[in-house]
């Protein structure tokens, strides 16, 4: 649970304690200058492109530059549709960067890891070519966490390095464990030259107080997203020429909220991202 939650009003706070902090913002693949305080902003697109492209938009305007870390085995959004490949061009033209956000398939914790990592980049960049050789993990196992003291995966930047986590301040906001205040505080009494800060799209854009309003508000993203396809249907497209109205949708969210409620081991602390 947060004090104020969390909001795209909180996410420029939180950029500017950054700065007033001394922090310049890094890209993950350039070597920091020796001198300067290096913030590293990772964003993991768990749920939503649109909503990653409308976080970039605030970076944008805020001149700032954070690396969005994409999913290729997503169950939620198809990376190499059209779609999302214009999403992800969007992410580019607002001066951000794109890089590989892994899932370990089932069933492959015994194959080459680096292997499969340099294979899932290498497919991603048949459709985006300036994709960053970087790489985080999304949901990590004891596998992938065990690999803190490796560099580089596959030929890509570690973003769990010990070098990026331990060895800096790393902070993040999953499962909205840390307040905005809190978050502000940690940077402005930083005891490390370089910082993570891992802020996902969806928990800032969608805002709440708790995960469950992360989630209630998630899935009107993933509708609208999805919905891209569906209207591809000329029957669906005739029907629905702007879309099923929001009414449809803030009705399922209600009903899904009311659900839950009661839903076993689904609480104000559940796990996003």
């Keep these: 649970m947060t004090q104020g939650g969390y909001s795209m009003a909180g996410y420029r706070r939180l950029i500017a304690a950054a700065r007033d902090a001394g922090f310049q913002f890094a890209s993950f693949v350039e070597e920091p200058s020796a001198p300067r305080r290096s913030l590293y902003l990772r964003h993991d697109v768990d749920f939503s492109l649109a909503a990653a492209v409308e976080l970039a938009e605030t970076n944008a305007a805020l001149g700032v530059r954070g690396t969005f870390f994409?999913?290729?085995?997503?169950?939620?959004?198809?990376?190499?549709?059209?779609?999302?490949?214009?999403?992800?061009?969007?992410?580019?033209?607002?001066?951000?960067?794109?890089?590989l956000h892994y899932l370990e398939p089932p069933g492959t914790q015994n194959d080459d890891?680096?292997?499969?990592?340099?294979?899932?980049?290498?497919?991603?960049?048949?459709?985006?070519?300036?994709?960053?050789?970087?790489?985080?993990?999304?949901?990590?196992?004891?596998?992938?966490?065990?690999?803190?003291?490796?560099?580089t995966v596959g030929g890509l930047v570690n973003a769990y390095s010990t070098a990026l986590t331990t060895d800096s301040l790393y902070l993040s906001d999953s499962n909205l464990r840390h307040s905005v205040e809190a978050l502000e505080a940690a940077l402005a009494n930083a005891p490390t030259r370089h910082a993570q800060l891992l802020l996902h799209p969806i928990n800032w854009v969608v805002g709440g107080c708790s995960v469950v309003d992360v989630l209630a508000g998630a899935w009107r993203h993933v509708i609208r997203d999805r919905e891209h396809g569906m209207r591809s249907n000329r029957v669906y497209a005739a029907g629905f020429p702007e879309g099923v109205p929001d009414t449809i949708i803030d009705g399922f969210v209600r009903d899904w909220r009311a659900a839950a409620v009661d839903a076993p081991g689904l609480t104000s602390t559940g796990t996003v991202g």
């Excluded at 779609?83 to 607002?94: F, N, Q, Y």
Aim: proline share 6%; net charge neutral.
């Design 70 to 99: 994409v999913l290729l085995r997503s169950e939620i959004y198809n990376l190499l549709s059209p779609w999302s490949v214009e999403r992800i061009r969007d992410l580019e033209r607002l001066g951000q960067e794109v890089a």
């Design 113 to 151: 890891l680096p292997g499969r990592v340099r294979e899932d980049f290498e497919t991603v960049c048949r459709e985006v070519p300036t994709l960053r050789r970087v790489v985080s993990w999304h949901n990590p196992s004891e596998r992938l966490l065990s690999l803190r003291g490796e560099n």
